[in-house]
């Protein structure tokens, strides 16, 4: 159930989207859980972020806060002050606190963000050109485009 209760957005797309992302990365932990608990493995390969259980659930949460932190930067807003994220040994222990931590801190930064501004376009910090909107999108999908990963390797 994603949470609603975020207080109140100039642009309603920011809000559904930051409602959206809530609800995809706390699916997205759950589905991580059951991944581990299957005892399903990872395909072998050269990716970092993809060696182990813990580093998958380690990219997801640092490209989530990274991408409020970019948004952020990009916008001339406040750093939203969101902690790094726990190294792989310790993520497994700390996921559910980082997480609540994580979407907590971006609950506010956007309430202020303007239609006009959402389309605003940046260089993401891979290179590719982005607006407020597509990066949002961005942050949406990335955790359930994981949830699918690892479904499909669980079954």
């Given amino acids: 159930m994603p949470t609603t209760d975020i207080g109140t957005f100039q642009y309603r797309g920011a809000r559904a989207l930051v409602i959206l992302h809530e609800q995809y990365m706390r699916e997205f932990l759950a589905t991580w859980r059951q991944f581990v608990a299957s005892g399903a493995v990872l395909p072998v390969t050269q990716d970092a972020d993809y060696a182990t259980p813990q580093t998958v659930l380690r990219h997801v949460l640092r490209a989530s806060r990274g991408y409020m932190t970019w948004m952020c930067d990009k916008l001339g807003l ?3 002050q969101i902690e790094a994220v726990p190294e792989p040994a310790e993520i497994e222990a700390k996921a559910e606190g980082y997480l609540e931590h994580l979407l907590e801190r971006w609950r506010a930064p956007l309430r202020d963000l303007t239609e006009e501004r959402s389309g605003e376009e940046f260089k993401s910090r891979w290179g590719s050109t982005l607006t ?7 942050a949406v999908m990335h955790p359930i485009r994981h949830t ?3 479904k499909e390797l669980m079954s």
């Fill in 78 to 80: 406040p750093d939203p």
């Fill in 132 to 138: 407020i909107d597509s990066m949002l999108e961005h």
């Fill in 148 to 150: 699918f990963q690892l």
